[in-house]
């Protein structure tokens, strides 16, 4: 993935949750990159943890707290504070996730979710961003679901309250050194999912074993490895944070950014329709052109607004300019390979992007009158929605062919 073994060196990094699952994965990755690790749990499982990661020639320690506990989790930053140091590092992953349809569950267990996804991921965010602040260039991550599924109500409501949390924080705290970023791992095979597949599976039709097999991308065969869920939190940490604040980022798309993953899978059979699509690669070369061309008039921008013009680039179309300049490279390469890849994903992206793009006119109106520039500003738009267009257009007449042929 392109990291360095020392690539976090002198950095403290605080995850709760930490004892197993992707919490275990990211203490592990972050110490693998030099980070000091404090690995909090309320599971005894944590001193585990420490001794697998110094079994790898890390460095960490265990501190046992109760995330949704305001005197403990007080404690909790001050013994880290004096023990290791200001933490430049917060990854919020602490959770309670019971399968229990709504009119099955008690006030009790809607509580208690509450009180350790989303209020102890407020008590440790407000402990410890003092320490982010004096770090210089602190991250704080906040683990949330996108995903609603039968069940699961307490549990999504919770995690979909993170996401307006990390918002309103990064507006609070502004664009500077300190990011916060709200990340959405995917469908990873850990053992707390494990352990809800028994309740969650029914509710969705499926057995357990038909649980383990669903793939949201086409480079998993089944769940996401958790392994690979703790390496996109390190890669988000280390390279991808400021680009992420206060939006909310996606494990599959991290990994695809670090190389670990591609958007499409395994080569076609030779001679399946759709193979090196002429008008959809030469799509897909526009929709690089365009974007190019999107990341060039930003750069024109005065430098304080730029931040502002990445912002709701982001917040529209879903990800960043970086971000779609790689996949559009990826997917590329799987049409000019013959490697299939999410056709409805990209036709869906593609709408956020025309809507975009169709905005753009009356944001420029705001910023200027004159008459030359808003009318040059609205012929390239036009033709951008126009090209981007027919690019979904050539999904799918693609897709029919792969379907009919």
Not at 146 to 172: H, W
Not at 259 to 274: H, R, S
Request: charged share 20%; net charge negative.
């Amino acid at each position: 993935m392109g990291l360095a073994p020392g690539e976090l060196d002198g950095r403290v990094a605080v995850v709760t949750g930490a004892a197993r699952g992707i919490g275990h994965a990211a203490a592990a990755a972050l110490a693998a990159l030099g980070a000091r690790v404090a690995v909090v749990d309320i599971a005894g499982e944590g001193e585990e943890a420490v001794e697998q990661i110094r079994a790898a020639g890390g460095e960490a320690r265990f501190f046992g707290c109760d995330v949704s506990d305001e005197a403990a989790v007080a404690h909790l930053a001050r013994a880290v504070r004096d023990g290791m140091g200001p933490a430049s590092v917060v990854i919020n992953n602490a959770v309670v996730c019971p399968v229990a349809p709504v009119e099955q569950m008690s006030a009790a267990l809607w509580d208690r979710v509450f009180a350790v996804n989303l209020r102890g991921a407020f008590l440790v965010t407000r402990a410890f961003l003092p320490q982010l602040r004096e770090a210089g260039t602190g991250t704080l991550v906040n683990l949330i679901s996108t995903d609603a599924m039968p069940g699961l109500s307490a549990y999504i409501a919770s995690k979909q309250g993170l996401v307006g949390f990390t918002q309103s924080l990064a507006a609070e705290i502004g664009d500077g050194s300190l990011r916060v970023v709200a990340f959405a791992p995917g469908m990873v095979e850990t053992p707390g999912l494990l352990e809800a597949a028994r309740g969650l599976a029914p509710l969705l039709g499926m057995s357990e074993a038909g649980f383990r097999r669903v793939s949201l991308h086409p480079a998993y065969e089944g769940l996401m490895p958790v392994e690979h869920a703790g390496l996109a939190l390190a890669f988000l940490v280390a390279r991808l944070a400021g680009e992420y604040h206060g939006q909310v980022a996606s494990g599959y798309e991290v990994l695809e950014r670090a190389g670990l993953i591609t958007p499409c899978g395994p080569t076609a059979p030779a001679g399946e329709p759709g193979v090196g699509d002429v008008p959809l690669a030469e799509g897909l070369t526009r929709l690089k052109e365009i974007l190019a061309e999107t990341e060039a008039d930003f750069q024109r921008l005065p430098v304080f607004v730029r931040p502002l013009a990445r912002s709701g680039f982001r917040s529209r179309t879903g990800k960043p300019v970086q971000a779609w300049q790689q996949e559009a490279d990826a997917l590329l390469a799987c049409v000019r390979e013959g490697r299939p890849f999410d056709r409805d994903r990209l036709r869906a992206d593609l709408d956020r992007l025309v809507a975009y793009v169709e905005g753009v006119p009356a944001e420029t109106a705001r910023f200027t009158r004159d008459p030359a520039v808003l009318a040059q500003v609205q012929a390239r738009m036009d033709g951008y929605a126009r090209d981007l267009r027919s690019l979904q257009a050539a999904l799918t007449e693609g897709g029919r062919a792969a379907a009919t042929g």
